[in-house]
């Protein structure tokens, strides 16, 4: 099935703007929310189709709006028919723990330089129904990252498969698996301007009126390149 971003999902945004960002913000959570759902789509379309695999996201499995959820549990619904595990992995980390330390820091700073992983929290909620926890994945990495699962157990199963996808030199303690899925998907500053042109040049008159309100933003990139 195709999920479909209502406005009632967008918390009643608009795109109208309000001379003071906040169209802009607006644009941004929609495409970011698009993004998304293309993403868990892709996730549980693999699942149905790969049986007994590890997919992994580049992210966590929090959803911030209620397309998001709606999405998130019919792919941990159809991983869970075939016997596949959901995992999602994130750069950054911005949990702290009691004392307002970074979560990451103080992982570390526990760790000792050795591989391994502490679970922090399980079921946070019901938009963040996911265990959590913050991993070493590589002895020679000078990261830890935040990790996550359905369960403890799927931890605990997809941990070991992450830590042998690690080894990359280019970015130890990382999965190599999801260094090629950034590098893949990473759109060069070429191609983003090549692909702006052919929308401006074969535009609508709505999208046209909505790239003149970019000239107001992007007028110190010209001289930046001065």
Known sequence: STLEISSEDLSGISLESSGNGESTAALTKFCETARRIAEISAA????IQQKGAFIVL??????????????????????????????AVAK????????????????????????GYIVVAEGISER??????????????????????ATTENLKKLLP????????????????????ADRFARISNADAELTKTKIRATAAA????????????NAHRILDRM
Do not use: W
Request: hydrophobic letters at 45%.
């Open 128 to 149: 963040h129904n996911a265990a959590v926890a913050v991993a070493k994945l590589n002895s020679s990495s000078a990261y830890l990252f935040r990790v996550e699962a």
């Open 58 to 87: 580049d992210g966590t499995l929090e959803a911030f709006n209620a397309t998001e959820m709606r999405a998130i549990k019919e792919m941990m619904a159809a991983a869970a028919d075939n016997g596949v595990i959901i995992g």
């Open 206 to 217: 709505d999208v046209k009126a909505l790239l003149k309100h970019e000239k107001a933003l």
């Open 161 to 180: 498969e992450l830590k042998m996808q690690s080894n990359d030199l280019a970015f130890p303690g990382y999965p190599y698996g999801l260094i090629m």
């Open 44 to 47: 549980r379309n693999a699942a």
């Open 92 to 115: 950054t980390c911005s949990l702290l723990t009691d004392n307002g330390e970074s979560l990451t820091s103080a992982a570390d700073g526990v760790s000792e330089g050795k591989v």
